[in-house]
């Protein structure tokens, strides 16, 4: 790990489908929110949608746009428009695919890896992409075993499970370099402001030391 700086956890806030879940966004304003543009995805967002709710985006928050096996050109063109900062993939991406849209787009790359064992690790952690996310599924809302990252020393975003009953107990124990919640800040498969906030008060609070960053 090179210890460049130091910095908070931080906050991606993800499956945003609705202009008026922007508005609370934009007051509590986390480090980054997630659009889903993988159509199997109940919080599915095509990129007319997308590019709406960027637009409403306050600059400082940058918009991650999620996908499975999509399209090089797809994934690609959609970062070079400016609809989408990052891509967050899912999917059996490579790391050609990683490195080329690193290279065509300038932008940064997020891969997700599945953990349910410590083999698992192995490839995450050497992964070309700028960060990555460890999750148990594909936002499924399930948690993975956390014993697996001890001695796991890069930084990572960690998914999966989390709420706001457990973030405080992630943050503390395992110290992630970025925390990623879907399900967990929803009530009845909807976006929950009072959740919302919760959660980012929990994070923020159990994350104001200093903590190692990229």
Request: net charge negative; glycine share 8%; with cysteine.
């Amino acid at each position: 790990m090179n210890l460049k700086r130091w910095v908070m956890t931080r906050i991606k806030l993800c499956g945003i489908t609705k202009p008026e879940t922007i508005e609370i966004v934009n007051e509590l304003k986390p480090d980054y929110i997630g659009f889903v543009l993988w159509p199997k995805s109940s919080r599915y967002v095509n990129e007319q949608t997308t590019t709406e709710l960027k637009s409403r985006l306050d600059s400082d928050i940058q918009a991650v746009g999620v996908f499975v096996d999509e399209e090089f050109e797809t994934v690609a063109g959609l970062l070079q428009r400016g609809v989408i900062d990052i891509a967050q993939l899912h999917g059996h991406e490579d790391e050609e695919y990683i490195n080329k849209l690193k290279s065509i787009s300038g932008k940064e790359v997020i891969r997700a890896f599945k953990i349910r064992e410590a083999k698992d690790l192995e490839a995450a952690a050497k992964s070309s992409a700028d960060y990555i996310l460890l999750d148990a599924g594909m936002g499924n809302g399930v948690s993975f075993d956390w014993k697996l990252l001890e001695g796991f020393d890069r930084p990572y975003i960690l998914a999966g499970g989390l709420s706001c009953e457990n973030a405080e107990q992630a943050v503390e124990k395992l110290h992630p370099f970025g925390v990623d919640v879907s399900s967990g800040i929803e009530s009845n498969g909807v976006k929950d402001e009072a959740l919302m906030r919760r959660f980012a008060e929990i994070v923020r609070k159990d994350s104001s030391g200093l903590r190692p960053s990229e």
